[in-house]
């Protein structure tokens, strides 16, 4: 596997690629240009730029994430047209730079939702959490104003300028079923996969963080059938999928190492984190280690190993430990921890494969 972490940008990251170079065994930044609108071309001169920064570190720029879909895509407008092609211009620029994957979701409106960010846990630090009775009463308009307003950083996914016109995406959507939006799933594919395959750069569909509908807004890359369905609307290598196991497990029915095993030539990212879900199905992110949470972390590197891994993985959200002041779930030290626990299972699975060959 090959390790990268993920990095906001020079100026929008309180991480230093100085900092990132010193994770043992990380090759390199999982990025993306943030400050370009949704929707439009990604200037070259700004992706010359991070690829510059990088190479300065001798870190690899291979895996983007995420370059966003714009919602009129996903809401099957006519205006479709315009914005998937400028998304094809940005592929084609990325993989004059050597990029190797794009990672992007296709959840509509929110990208993924908590309802606390800094949710203290037992340990004094704090973590992510969702909770259904909060989100089951809560206004999203509100916990917008919360979220997207008040942040001393600006995420992706909840950028206050797109979601200023709340009300009338939430109207839009009334029109769009689950049926539709994987019809418009699979007019975006049957665009831009070609692209992909001409130029060596695989597609890689984040799932659903949470994996279920919320807002009664459709949500449909939640499961093992569904991410099958998905790979079989381009039955292409270049339509892949970055199987998240935090995003995932938040539904225990989901079997991460059966998807890893059924799915493994269509992985070419993986995101691999620990989150703790409880009796009702809320859930808070905890440290990668196995025993913290209730993914099983040390099944899910071995499954990888199992199958000949060689893609980007990356840990996922981690905690806000040691008083680090941070973006929301993207600190250094906890997910630097993450990736020394990943590595740790992963050089005893190499050791062990050795020792067998040599006896
Ligand atoms: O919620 C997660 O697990 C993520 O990793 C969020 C992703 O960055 C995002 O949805 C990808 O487009
Ligand atoms: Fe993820």
Redesign the pocket.
Known sequence: MRMGFRWFGEGNDTISLQDIKQIPGTEGIVWALHDIPVGEEWPMEKILEVKEQADSFNLNIDVV??V?IHEDIKLGLPTRDTYIQNYITTIERLAAVGVKVI???F?PIF??FRVDLYKPLSDGSTALFYEHAKVKDIDPFELVNQNANNLEYKM??WEPERLKDLSNLFEAYKNVSEEKLWNNLAYFLESVIPVAEKHDIKMAI?PD?PPWSIFGLPRIITNKENIRKHLNLVDSPYNGV?L?S??LGANPSNNIPEMIKEFADRIPFA?I?NIKVFENGDFVETSHRTCDGSVDITEIVKAYHEVGFTGYVRP??GRHIWGEKCRPGYGLYDRALGIMYLWGIWDTLERMKESRYSN
């Open positions: 994430e995420s966003n990672c992007y979701n959840m990208d993924w992706p996914g984040h963080d970055t998240c935090g995003s995101h984190r996922d959200h």
